[in-house]
């Protein structure tokens, strides 16, 4: 029986409740994952650098077992149509496991027609919406770092 392998990818600009369930699914579906950090050529607000530390240190602190995760990071490929393969062939994934793309936005069918090629399966996770304390020291309700950053758009505040 083939080994079960799940594929998380982006930005973690900043990494949130969100992105820790989806580890958690993640690991509690599959023998192994790769955490993608999409974008890796920007810093809008965290480096590469730092999102990759954040990500290693919240797992730690989870006690996520090491060997059971891999984070790579991920130039955006020119054109950016060939992002399914290019993400393949970055993180070095296989056909020797079973392939679970994780995935809370829709994507276009022609990204889910060649990852299905590629020899994945796409698994949809509804957004859980999580409380995020704002740099005005209040609670928002939101469900994505978009919103995060919407949030210190509007009180002037860089994330940090």
């Not at 955490?35 to 809008?44: F, R």
């Not at 299905?116 to 939101?142: M, N, S, T």
Request: charged share 30%; hydrophobic share 30%; net charge positive.
């Amino acid at each position: 029986m083939k080994e079960r392998l799940g594929l998380i990818l982006g930005r973690f600009q900043p990494l949130h409740p969100g992105h820790l369930y989806l580890f958690n699914l993640a690991f509690g579906e599959n023998n192994k994952i790769i955490i993608c950090i999409g974008s890796a050529q920007l810093s809008e607000p965290f480096s590469i650098r730092e999102r990759h530390q954040r990500i290693q240190k919240q797992l730690e602190i989870l006690g996520y077992d090491r060997e059971r995760y891999r984070i790579v990071d991920l130039v955006d490929p020119k054109p950016m149509d060939i992002w399914p393969s290019y993400v393949k062939e970055i993180c070095g994934i296989t056909n020797e496991t079973k392939n679970f793309f994780y995935r809370s936005d829709k994507l276009p069918k022609r990204y889910e027609r060649e990852l299905a090629r590629l020899g994945f399966r796409i698994r949809y996770v509804e957004r859980k919406p999580f409380y995020y304390r704002g740099p005005d020291g209040f609670y928002y309700q939101i469900s994505s770092a978009s919103e995060i950053k919407e949030i210190h758009r509007k009180l002037g505040k860089e994330i940090g």
